[in-house]
């Protein structure tokens, strides 16, 4: 009585076959393959004879001898190596059968050639001249003969190759029927079991603004909610039912979490229940970020074994550092104001000072020495502006950008002539925009102090930043450009990240980020940082709405 096969039984049937068929495939592949290099070897090599039975004649003719016994070996090779093959009964014939008699041919054509090599005979000379148009009409034949029969075993075994293609394929049709088919149904009935059995996630965990993570009592993950996946950035597929929390906890707490979980098991008491926490997380770009997560354990649901409610606290943690350092601005402003107070007064004095001395003096040498001194202290005092001016609180007014590049560039003076760096400016001076002189001065002297830093650190010869301000059709392009070696962050926009900086001098600007942010909520524009050849460079764009 016939047995059905199981499912597990048709399936290795179905496998056993397309291998005997692949493994036939194979091996029809390499004997044909392995036949075509012989045949194409062989065909190469009739050729050849072809080529050599003229040169030959051509040598003799012109008594070239070494080229001519170069050759006659050659051909002598070639056809022992055409007759020590296996042939057909057709090259046989050929060769060794009337009425060609080719091997006989070929040995008597290379035997008058050896005599006239080696003896200048006449008779061997007129002997291979009369006879190189008859051998090559022969030596043609047998290439025509190795051709039709390579073209012949081709075609055989590609014949072959397609029936054992043909019955792959019925194979693969009779397995989508008999196994895959069922399979699938039978798969997808068991999927919606699994759906209505394990899909107990409410619209409450749904609609959340919080991250909900479940963790069965297997330590899989059984519940992850939308707002997971936008915090995360990993999708349901890749966290639901895996053991996938080390995807989201970083290293240095995978410990800590393990011996929670460890304790939680064997006393069933959770350590930090109803305590908010706040600890660092992953998301799935690799970036680390700050959460905040409160655990609790689910006594109604036997499989569940915590519940985790998660929140990104990103944006409150940037707001508190931008605070920060806005507080730090304000009071650096406050500082450099009574710096300015107090420096006034000595400098005006030792001002007076140097008039009232260099009237007494009547040497000229020391009349130039205390000249130059006065223009120390002018130095010093307008530099004291400068800086005054830079942390001023100011209003909203119609200015031209060549204001704030010039008082970014009175603040990195010093620093641009000490590293002896070259300034190019290309600037319409006549260009006028509303908004913050100063901000856009701040955006610039953070561009600036960043390029000097570099400059310094790569020790980079004969530097040079460039400076270009225009005037376009639809807004206002500013760029600041070196030639630094450009910026080696991947992704490049990273630079912009919130404090990211690794450089050890701690900066008086207001950081990439900062000046990103000012551009963009500020002046309403934008601001891009790319390579360009040797160098990096910064784009600034204002829109022509803001110009007046």
Known sequence: MFVPLSFTQRYILALTIIAMLSTLAYINLDRLISNQSQDGEMINVSGRQRMLSQKIALYAIYYKTKSLYKNIKLMEHSHELLISRDMSDKLKQLYFQGPIYLDKKVKKYLHHANLFHEK?????????????QDLLQDLDRAVSIYQTETESKTQKLKRVEFYIFIFTLLTLFLEAIFIFRPANKNINKKTKELIAEKDYSNTVIESSTNAVLTLGKDLKIKTYNKMAEKIFGFTKEEMLNKSALSNIIPKQYLKLHNAGIANYLNTGKLKYAGEVLEFEAYRKDGKIFP???????????????????????????LKDKIFQEQTKFAAL??????????WRQPLAQLNFNCMFIKKKLKDDKLKEDISKNEEIIAFMSDTISSFENFYKKSDDSTFTPLESIEQALKLTESLIQLNQIKLIKEIQSNITIFGNSNS?????????????????????????IKIILKNMDDNIKLSISDNAGGINVIPIEDIFEPFKSKKSIPSTGIGLYMSKLVIEEKFKGSVEAYNIDNGASFMITLPQKCNI
Do not use: C, W
């Not at 402003?333 to 107090?342: P, R, S, T, V, Y």
């Open 440 to 464: 856009l001065a701040q955006v610039v002297l953070s561009i600036l102090q960043n390029m000097i830093d570099v400059i310094k650190l790569r020790k980079i010869q004969n530097p040079t």
């Open 120 to 132: 200048r005979d006449g008779r061997s000379l007129n002997y291979v001249l009369q006879n190189s």
């Open 333 to 342: 402003g406050e500082m450099i104001a009574i710096i300015a107070h107090q």
């Open 291 to 317: 959460i905040r997560i409160s655990f609790s354990s689910n006594s109604d649901k036997k499989d569940i074994l915590l519940i985790a409610n998660i929140q990104d606290i990103s944006k409150e943690r």
